[in-house]
């Protein structure tokens, strides 16, 4: 039987209750030894759902603990990369919350000390096991749609007033829409068409008394395809979360996959039926050309699982697989991003140089 590996947990804010926590809780070969955080009711919130792991005041706490095997960061995004960086100094196998560093230099950085110290460092984009995503992702594979030569995709919220005491409404450098919902929405877009030819992007705030850019239309250019990936504070009505088109048919899908809500709620995936499975109203349409003639139905989502992300993480650590996340893969989504605000200060299209 494997040795079974001790976690410790930096950070018990919004990402460390609702996405780490709960699967580092519920994955085999995983225990949940520690948590960091000094807040007085998310200490609360820990010591109720997790009695077996002792809370800490201080990131130190964890790194320095040499009971400790892997160390996980959910931080805000300015400190990941220290931490990341002390984490793996002291030979600690490191998962960093999404987006993985501020720029392209410090994601090098953390890569070859990785590389020269043999600790697996993952990257949690988690939207890759979303079911909308997955859905989209069969489609394409299918070739049902064509020639495709239009991906939209958003991601979405309504929040006209700027929420009090959170470091995510305060200027500072990984602060803002792009770094937040972009690295998601761009990792599943290098996912589906590689990498871009080109990009252009426009970064917006269009909530008054903000100081973040909570809006943006980052638009990658391929041969043949434009994908245009967007997202704003200030969308109450629903729009698609994916439209796709190509020259055989196009296929449109409403609302988000059901596991943050889920989490939200404080249930547990190995204790929740139908776990990951979306509601027959979220159902996306596909409109297809068959035997010339038109053919529209209902697809059935694929089932969503954010576990799969530590199960693979256990696996990597242990040799028997390799990362399905590659950091030098989320390294150029922060490229793309390094790249946008460029595009958005310059207001042309930037080539993208690929290695």
């Known amino acids: 039987m494997e040795n079974t590996l001790q976690v410790g947990l930096i950070g018990y804010g919004m990402a460390g209750q609702v996405f780490h926590a709960p699967f580092i809780f519920c994955t085999n070969g995983l225990h949940l030894h520690k948590i960091a955080t000094q807040n007085p009711a998310n200490i609360q919130i820990a010591q109720t759902r997790y009695p077996k792991a002792q809370i800490v005041a201080e990131a130190v706490d964890i790194i320095s603990d040499p009971m400790i095997d892997l160390v996980v960061i959910a931080t805000p995004n300015s400190t990941h990369y220290k931490l990341a960086k002390e984490a793996l100094l002291a030979g600690k196998h490191v998962v960093v919350d999404k987006p993985f560093t501020i720029t392209v230099s410090e994601a090098d950085e953390l890569i070859r000390l990785a590389h020269q110290r043999g600790l697996i460092l993952a990257i949690f984009q988690n ?21 495709v030569v239009s991906f939209e995709s958003r991601f979405d919220r309504f929040r006209n007033e700027l929420r009090p005491n959170t470091w995510k409404e305060v200027a500072t450098p990984g602060s803002g829409a792009l770094y937040d919902l972009g690295s998601h929405l761009i990792d599943q877009a290098i996912v589906l068409f590689g990498l871009p030819d080109a990009i252009y992007a426009d970064l917006g705030t269009q909530r008054a008394n903000a100081s973040i850019v909570d809006y943006f239309n980052l638009n990658l ?44 709620q404080g249930l547990l995936p190995h204790l929740t039926k139908n776990w990951g499975i979306e509601n027959e109203e979220n159902l996306g349409t596909l409109s297809t050309l068959v035997e010339e003639k038109d053919h529209t139905r209902k697809i059935k989502s694929e089932m969503g699982n954010y576990g799969l992300f530590y199960e693979n993480v256990v696996q990597s650590i242990q040799a028997k697989n390799t990362l399905a996340i590659k950091p030098l893969d989320v390294l150029q989504q922060i490229k793309i991003i390094e790249l946008a605000y460029q595009s958005a200060a310059e207001k042309r299209v930037i080539p993208f140089e690929k290695a």
């Open 127 to 147: 939207r890759r096991y979303d079911s909308d995503f997955l859905t989209v992702k069969k489609i394409l594979e299918s070739g049902v749609l064509g020639r």
């Open 221 to 264: 250019y391929y041969e043949g395809l434009q994908v245009s990936l967007k997202a704003s504070m200030l969308v109450k009505v629903q729009l698609p979360r994916f439209a796709v088109l190509g020259d055989q048919g196009g296929f449109v899908k409403y609302g988000m996959d059901p596991q943050e809500n889920a989490l939200k």
